[in-house]
């Protein structure tokens, strides 16, 4: 079939997809993805995901940052020499200030910084990837609920057709125009019906409930939807090379690379020497007690000329101590530690690479899979619509073929069982063109809440990354959320 033709049954099957008649009260499938696009826990999830990561940044940030510490020490010491009887009771209390500052690491910091930013950037890609997910999902859960509820009403209707050849069999067979083998039989049909009508409501049952796990309300009344046609890329090798350009999962994995190989470089650096400076100030009190025994000479009195008496001795002293250094650490041998550690990371790095590889081929199958169920679908509808048509045409023949005793109630429940098919068929077609469309906008990465035009508010995650990658100091989220221990 020529690609125009296709083009313009997709057009057509605007108004083929309105399952339902629609209501200003109805809600529309847009409506349903911004509600999924705002509402989704999990969406919502990997939003504060990437705001943890953002602040790997200013963490790695912090090596180039002086470390500033306040220290305070306290001491008692008692001494007592037997010999002479003499004790000593020493106390010492210090405090002061302790900066260091690392000089140079081997580059660690600032390679630890890149590899924290392109974590960043992968983490956004991902987060991207994720949206896209939800909108798909939100999309085939808003379809299937449209097409469950479109096969348990024609499952009713079918049900209420076979009840209704159930009484008229038994009519015939009281007048004799029948047999029981007719009833029999559009019983048997009715009780099948019956039981398809129950797995039809409960199929519907579940819809409903995926419908509310993703877009987070009650399914009530859905308008009927139409393919993404604009989103399309005129042919596959265009969507290939789209895709291959622009879509998230494939660029996440890209800046996993970037991440990896600058942790490389850091893992490097460990075997570098390392400077680092430091600076104190300090005060110090010291104060002691010493004390001896009362010693008298003999035949003398305490007080007198002569004597001499023990006693107690107490000096204080206070010192001031500034002191600045440099200290350079040389590694020369660590256990085998930092060269493992090195080792590690460049197959780090080499596994990174293929999962770009792996992200492309999983991307071209997506789009393959999504473009052909796409077209098959359109072709699909066309010739159901003409299997619905002829099997409605083939039911009336039969039925009154049966009123005039050509045809028999089996032909008839067969006819209308041909029927039924046909009509789920439909409806199962209707629901796969649109969902493919919505699949093959997410394999070309373009299934985002702009491209769409979704009336939300887009959640930029550069915002909050731009507000933290160079924070200093403070205990409070950018969106305002304080310490539950410490005051902001």
Not at 192 to 211: C, G, I, M, P
Request: hydrophobic residues 40%; aromatic residues 6%; charged residues 20%.
């Amino acid at each position: 079939m020529p690609r125009a033709r296709i083009r313009l049954l997709a057009v057509l099957l605007a108004s083929a997809t309105a399952f339902l008649p629609q209501s200003a009260s109805a809600e529309s499938i847009f409506g349903a993805l911004s509600k999924a696009y705002e509402f989704n826990s999990e969406l919502n999830s990997a939003r504060a995901g990437v705001r943890v990561t953002d602040e790997d940044v200013a963490i790695a940030k912090s090596g180039y940052r002086p470390t500033v510490a306040g220290v305070a020490d306290a001491d008692y010491t008692s001494r007592t020499e037997r010999q002479d009887d003499v004790g000593s009771r020493i106390a010492t209390f210090s405090f002061g200030v302790q900066i260091n500052q690392t000089l140079f690491d081997g580059f660690q910091t600032r390679n630890n910084v890149r590899s924290a930013e392109a974590s960043v950037f992968a983490a956004q890609e991902n987060l991207r990837n994720t949206e896209q997910n939800i909108l798909f999902n939100a999309a085939s859960a808003y379809m299937d609920v449209i097409r469950d509820r479109r096969i348990a009403a024609l499952t009713e209707q079918n049900l209420a057709f076979l009840s209704e050849q159930v009484r008229a069999a038994r009519s015939r067979l009281e007048v004799g125009e029948g047999t029981r083998t007719d009833v029999a039989q559009a019983e048997a049909s009715a009780a099948q019906a019956e039981a398809n009508l129950a797995s039809a409501r409960a199929q519907a049952q579940a819809s409903a409930a995926t419908y509310r796990q993703i877009v987070g309300t009650e399914p009530g009344q859905l308008d009927g939807a139409s393919p993404l046609s604009k989103l399309l890329p005129r042919s596959i090798e265009q969507g290939q090379a789209v895709a291959l350009g622009q879509h998230p999962a494939i660029q996440a994995t890209e800046f996993l690379v970037d991440a990896t190989a600058y942790q490389v470089k850091s893992a490097e650096g460990a075997l570098l020497p390392q400077v680092s400076a430091s600076a104190g100030l300090q005060r110090s009190f010291t104060n002691t007690v010493t004390s001896s025994p009362q010693v008298t000479r003999e035949g003398a009195f305490p007080g007198l000329p002569g004597v001499t008496t023990g006693g107690r001795t107490e000096s204080s002293d206070t010192t001031d101590t500034a002191s600045i250094g440099v200290t350079l650490n040389v590694p020369i041998y660590q256990g085998g530690r930092a060269s493992a550690q090195v080792r590690q990371a460049k197959e780090r790095l080499g596994q990174a690479r293929i999962e770009v590889d792996v992200a492309r081929d999983q991307v071209r199958q997506a789009l393959t899979t999504a473009w052909t169920q796409y077209f098959a679908s359109i072709e699909a509808v066309q010739a159901n619509r003409e299997v619905v048509a002829a099997a409605q045409l083939a039911l009336s023949g039969v039925t009154e073929e049966r009123n005039v005793g050509q045809r028999t109630t089996l032909d008839v429940l067969e006819a209308q069982a041909d029927v039924i098919t046909a009509q789920i068929n439909l409806a199962s077609a209707q629901r796969d063109v649109v969902v493919a469309s919505y699949a093959i906008a997410s394999a070309t990465g373009a299934l985002s809440a702009e491209r769409l035009g979704l009336n939300v508010v887009v959640y930029r995650p550069q915002e909050h990354f731009d507000a933290v990658r160079d924070k200093w100091f403070g205990l409070r989220t950018p969106d305002g959320r304080c310490s539950d221990l410490l005051p902001c």
